[in-house]
C-alpha cells in the first residue's frame, strides 16, 4: 500500500522577477510565496530547501521515536533542527548536505544506545532515503 501526500507550486515570470506560490494538501502552507529573493537572497518567502530540512527534521524524530519506543524507551522532548546546504556547482546548484542536530531528553538511556537509536533513525528516516526515491514527471504544457 503506498501513501500518496500531494503538495504543489505556482510559477509567474522569469527566474529572478517572477513569483511563486507553495501550497499543501492539508493546507498547512496555502499558497505561500516563494521565489529567487527567498532562496538566494535571505528575502521573506519560503524555499525549496527549508521546507526539505523541516521535513527531514520531522521525519528524522518520528522515527527515533519509533525505534525509541522498540528499544523500551520514550522520549520526555526530542528536539531537532537540520540545516540543509545549496551549493553552486558548476553552472548549476545542488544540495550537498543536510546536518540534523538532536537535543533529547530520554530517561533510562544511556549515551551509547542513545547514539546507535539516533543513528538507525538517521539511516531509516524516508526523507534521509529521499535521494535514493524514484523521481517521476508529468508535465502539462497550457496555451
Known amino acids: 500500500m503506498s501513501i500518496k501526500r500531494k503538495g504543489s507550486a505556482e510559477w509567474s515570470g522569469g527566474i ?34 527549508e521546507l526539505i530540512a523541516a521535513a527531514h527534521a520531522g521525519c528524522f524524530t518520528m522515527a527515533l521515536s519509533l525505534i525509541l519506543g522498540e528499544a ?32 533529547a531528553t530520554i530517561p533510562g538511556a544511556d549515551d551509547a544506545k542513545f547514539q546507535e537509536l539516533a543513528a538507525k533513525a538517521k539511516a531509516g528516516c524516508p526523507v534521509s532515503k529521499l535521494l535514493k526515491a524514484e523521481v517521476t514527471l508529468e508535465a502539462t504544457l497550457n496555451a
Do not use: C, W
Not at 36 to 42: H, I, N, V
Not at 72 to 101: C, F, Q
Open 16 to 49: 529572478k522577477d517572477g513569483r511563486g506560490l507553495i501550497s499543501t494538501e492539508s493546507g498547512a502552507l496555502a499558497s505561500y510565496p516563494y521565489g529567487f529573493a527567498s532562496r538566494f537572497e535571505g528575502q521573506r518567502g519560503t524555499n525549496p530547501e
Open 72 to 103: 523500551g524507551l520514550t522520549a520526555v522532548k526530542m528536539e531537532t533542527s537540520a540545516v540543509v546546504a545549496l551549493d553552486k556547482v558548476d553552472e548549476g546548484y545542488a544540495i550537498s548536505s543536510v546536518h540534523l542536530k538532536l537535543n
